[in-house]
Structure formats: structure tokens, C-alpha cells
């Protein structure tokens, strides 16, 4: 019959389309100029081949591995997201193919709000969407075109989700499946501890005491901080004397919660 024609000539442009299906053009005898070889010139081609892997040798920047210097605070590292479609590379007009696009995280760091957009043409009717995670927004561009929004919260390391997406053809046009995916960008904080220093003096004795006899006293530097303090010195001036008299004392450094006595 008629329909029956039209139907067939569709399925055979529909799988003449480079989209779905690849065709050799040596094979297929529509090999342009550009592909016949080229007469060789024996010495001369040689020293230009040379040439050319010469300038690739210094085209090429060189690797070198930085190595931290000092502590390492942090470290980031961003997840590895691969992206396929599976399905039919040929199909037929008027009939329900699926497909299925994949979002797999290849490394060991888990990726965070990942989001995939795939667009399906104007002259292809959507039947139905079902992803194993996350949820599928569904619009239209300004070609009239379904496109897929599909959002994940997040993707665990060496692990992948699926979406899976039923359509019908209605044109014996090719169309393009593509995935286009973005992700949040990691990033790391770290928390720097900023210790302070602290002195206390106490001094311990009588209060009152007679001329010409002798009395003992305790000197106490205690640090209650939580940081070392450091080059501590102290310089006692006996009473009724004067600086020149002083006697210096030097105590280096006081750690968190230590104390010395003099």
C-alpha cells in the first residue's frame, strides 16, 4: 500500500542518517580528492615529518607534580561524572523505541546536586520518563522541543543512576539523544584554632612584718591560657629599694596551665 511505502522510504532515510548509522566512504566508493593519496618525494617528506614531531616535542607543556609545602590544612577533589545513552541506533517511524541515559560517578569522592538536561526533538513524541533517583522536570524550549530536566541530589562515590525515557518518532528525520550535566562545585572548609597566652602572678606571705626580720614569700606565674607563653621574664625590686637594685629573673616559656614558683 501507499502508507506502507511512505513507512519504508522513512526507515531508509531514517537509517541512512550518520546519527544512528556510520557509513565508510572508501567503502561506499564517494571518497573525495582530499582522501587519494598523495605522491610521496621520498627524502624531502621525510625531513618534513621529522620537523613535525620536532615541534610537537616543544608544543608539548611539560608535567611537573607540585608537592605541598608544609601542613596540608585541606584537600579537594572534584568527583569524575561519566555520561551514555543507551538504546537503538536505528529505529522506525511510528514506533515506540527506549532509551536509556546513564549518570555514573567513577571516583571516590560523592558528587553533590548534579543536574542532567537531555532534549528531545519537536517531531518525536515523549511517552514516558521514569529515573531511579531524584526527580525529571519536564518543558519546552522555544523550538517547541520536550526537554528533560533531570536533578540529583547527589551520587555516591563508584555509583550510577538511571533515566529512563520511552519516545515515538513521527518524522524520518535523525535526532540527536544528547547529555548535557552540570555539578555543584566541592568545596572544603577548615576550622584554624587561634590559642592565646595568658599570666597570672600571685604572691603568697605575711602581710605584716617587723623591721630586720626576715620573712619568706612565694612568688606563683601560672599561664591558665591554651597557648604557650613564651620569653616570660620577671624583675623583683626588693622593698624600700630602688631599680637599680632589681633582680631579674627569666622564667622562657610557660606552657597551657603550667605554673612556677620563685
Known amino acids: 500500500s501507499q502508507s506502507s511505502d511512505q513507512c519504508a522510504d ?3 532515510t531514517l537509517e541512512s542518517q550518520p546519527k544512528f548509522t556510520a557509513t565508510n566512504p572508501r567503502e561506499s ?3 573525495d580528492a582530499s582522501s587519494k593519496p598523495q605522491p ?3 627524502r624531502q617528506d621525510i625531513k618534513s615529518s621529522k620537523n613535525q614531531k620536532i615541534v610537537g616535542r616543544q608544543q608539548k607543556p611539560a608535567t611537573r ?3 605541598p609545602r608544609g601542613d596540608v590544612l585541606t ?3 572534584q568527583p569524575v561524572i561519566m555520561s551514555h545513552v543507551e538504546g537503538p541506533r536505528s529505529i522506525l517511524v511510528g514506533k515506540e523505541a527506549s532509551y536509556r541515559v546513564v549518570l555514573e560517578n567513577t571516583s571516590q569522592t560523592e558528587a553533590q546536586n548534579l543536574s542532567a538536561s537531555v532534549k528531545v526533538p519537536e517531531w518525536a513524541d515523549l511517552v514516558d520518563v521514569v529515573c531511579s533517583a531524584g526527580i525529571v522536570e519536564q518543558s519546552r524550549d ?3 522541543a520536550d526537554v528533560l530536566q533531570w536533578h540529583l541530589p ?3 562515590a563508584h555509583s550510577s543512576q538511571t533515566m ?3 519516545l515515538i518518532p513521527r518524522s524520518g528525520r535523525a535526532f540527536q539523544l544528547g547529555v548535557q550535566w552540570k555539578q555543584e562545585t566541592a568545596t572544603t572548609k577548615t576550622v584554624v584554632e587561634v590559642k592565646v597566652p595568658k599570666l597570672e602572678m600571685v604572691i603568697e606571705g605575711p602581710e605584716d612584718v617587723l623591721f630586720g626580720d626576715p620573712k619568706r614569700y612565694r612568688l606563683v606565674l601560672k599561664n591558665p591560657g591554651n597557648g604557650p607563653a613564651e620569653n616570660v621574664a620577671l624583675t623583683l625590686i626588693p622593698p624600700g629599694s630602688d631599680s637599680i637594685s632589681a633582680k631579674p629573673h627569666v622564667i622562657g616559656t610557660l606552657g597551657p596551665s603550667e605554673l612556677k614558683e620563685i
Open 65 to 67: 607534580l607540585i608537592r
Open 75 to 77: 584537600t579537594t577533589e
Open 40 to 42: 610521496k618525494t621520498g
Open 154 to 156: 547527589q551520587l555516591g
Open 164 to 166: 529512563q525515557l520511552q
Open 10 to 12: 522513512a526507515v531508509d
Open 142 to 144: 522555544d523550538n517547541d
Open 29 to 31: 566508493g564517494q571518497a
